[in-house]
């Protein structure tokens, strides 16, 4: 028998907080909860027309503010959101849906033309260990992808690794009745939750193709568009079950990433949650961490500040557990890899 952590504490309104110093659109500096990230949909992100879309916005086409004397923490919530998606939309045809761990110093590269903020929090990050980032592709499920591989590969390194595998796949088997509480019929999530179970199991014992599970060989499955997006799809439906089933926490917090009109529980679920290609703000993460009782830290490069880099923690385990660390950029997650991590 496995040991499942115990139900953390319903979320209250009052546990919604965002990040101060974020790009985020309130005036009210020191508003204690949370005012989701408004970012464009991704058939915004993939009608994006280039130098002439940036010129249209006041800056250049080398992404660099028209006005030379502009800081970036001068820039409005849209124009720091433009940077940094035209960055890494410039290679999205070409980067796979995961890329392999790559040194800090070539997401460093492109931002040597951009603000010294941006490249100042870089080498924070860099100082403080976290020399390394595995890129995942800018396509609205970057969250979900980035955040099911770091997980498997948590199993995957962990010293007693056949507890873990075993633990994960006693608390995926329960998630199953948690989906179908929220209405999601088992015809609709057994086979993406089969190939997310098959491949966590894979770990411990041979796969379907006699294999067991190894860095090389997640890497490669996750690059495989039938696994990754199952994986996507099933922490999707994990995650919208989790806020319906606990909707007077959520209430008045869901905001259509287009529009800022504030959703009902159902529609967002539905329309933002449930959808591909929409990308996870504050309350997605918050609510797919409570559900698979995660650590989660997010790292903040926004470009903001230049002093160092805000991390917001999502805790739902000891933290002698450690946690699984993303990189945010407006608009976008990675993996973010310390120098401590298991190689």
Known sequence: MTDTPPPSTPLTPQGLRRPKQLPIDSDVEDDPLLTPLVLPSAKELWNFTGPEYLLSRGLRADHQCLSCSLEFSDYTPAQLYELNQQLKDDSVPERPLIDAVAPMSTLRAEYENGSPSFLKQID????????????????????????????????????????????????????????????????????FYDDFANLVGSISKPGEDGLVLNKERLLQSFQNPEVSNSIVIYLRFVTSAHIKLNRESYEGFLV?????????????????????????????????????????????????????????????????EGAITLLYRPGHYDILVSNKRAA
């Not at 260990?129 to 099911?148: A, H, I, P």
């Not at 529009?259 to 797919?288: P, Y």
């Open 124 to 191: 924070w990050l860099t100082k403080n260990g976290f020399d390394k980032v595995q890129r995942t592709k800018g396509d609205g499920d970057c969250f979900y992808r980035s955040l099911g591989y770091a997980y498997i590969e948590s199993l995957l390194t962990s010293k007693d690794k056949d507890f873990a595998v075993a633990s994960a796949l006693s608390l995926l088997s329960s998630t199953k009745d948690v989906l179908e509480s929220a209405g999601i019929e088992k015809l609709v999530y057994e086979d």
């Open 256 to 320: 259509h990433p287009d529009t800022k009109d504030i959703m009902d529980v159902d529609s967002f679920c539905a329309n933002v949650v449930q959808a591909m290609g929409r990308e996870a703000d504050h309350v997605e993460i918050e609510a797919l961490c409570r559900a698979l009782y995660l650590n989660v830290d997010v790292a903040y490069l926004t470009g903001v500040r230049g002093d160092g880099v805000d991390f917001i923690k999502f805790h739902n385990r000891d933290e002698g």
